[in-house]
């Protein structure tokens, strides 16, 4: 059984832990830098990217964090954890920083006051069975472009302005703008058990 740790700095930490149990990983809350040595993978969670990455270079785990995914440990980001792994960031702080890895451009709080929070089916490419994920999107950020090396696996398709890229992988990180732990699908979660199990097998 895959080890996998979820990033307990701030944001919904618990419901990773539960989604993550359920597709069949070990799951455990990991803030210190020690512990990510004992992980096959990682989720960084919802939450507040600001304050995330904050709380990521006062603990001393942001550098640790990123030669982790130089080596490639795959890593799972939720809406602020989509944030924590692009290589750019727009509507950031000015003094944000990230983990990166993954080579796009995501912009925060990109849907719009009307669209604070909503939940929308998403067709996530390699999940078709079952039907669309269910998304829900919480002050979300969406994908502005991607590099040639990021394969994309969900863009949203509502026929309006909101319709971006919402779900990225390259290598073994994955992304997605909305939060499949809040919900009771967890094949996103079961995709990343999957990325986990292979990447452990050296496939
Ligand atoms: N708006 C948050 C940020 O910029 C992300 C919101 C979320 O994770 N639900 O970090």
């Known amino acids: 059984t895959p080890v996998i740790g979820v990033l307990a700095l701030q944001g919904d930490v618990r419901e990773h832990l539960v989604a993550l149990a359920e597709a069949d990983a070990q799951a455990r ?5 020690e512990e990510l040595a004992e992980l096959d993978g990682l989720v960084i969670p919802g939450g507040e990217s600001t ?3 904050k709380l990521a270079l006062i ?11 130089r ?7 939720t809406c602020a954890g989509m ?6 960031i727009l509507d950031g702080r000015d003094d944000q920083e990230t983990v990166g890895g993954i080579d796009m451009v995501v912009r925060r709080n990109a849907f719009g006051r009307q669209n604070e929070s909503f939940e929308y089916g998403v067709d996530f490419r390699g999940l ?4 669309p994920v269910h998304g829900v999107f919480i002050r979300a950020p969406w994908v502005e472009s991607v590099g040639e090396g990021v394969e994309v696996l969900a ?20 992304a997605t703008s909305f ?7 967890h094949r996103v979660h079961g995709y990343f058990v999957d990325m986990v199990r292979t990447a452990r097998h050296g496939g």
């Open 59 to 69: 603990f001393g785990v942001m550098e640790p964090l990123r030669q982790r995914v």
């Open 128 to 131: 078709e069975d079952g039907g």
């Open 83 to 88: 944030i924590m792994l692009a290589d750019k």
């Open 155 to 174: 863009q949203l398709d509502t026929g309006t302005e909101a319709d971006h890229i919402v779900a990225v992988r390259q290598n073994n990180l994955l």
């Open 51 to 53: 304050t995330m990455s």
């Open 71 to 77: 080596e490639g440990m795959p890593v799972y980001g």
């Open 179 to 185: 939060h499949p732990e809040l919900t009771g699908d």
């Open 29 to 33: 809350p990991v803030r210190r830098a």
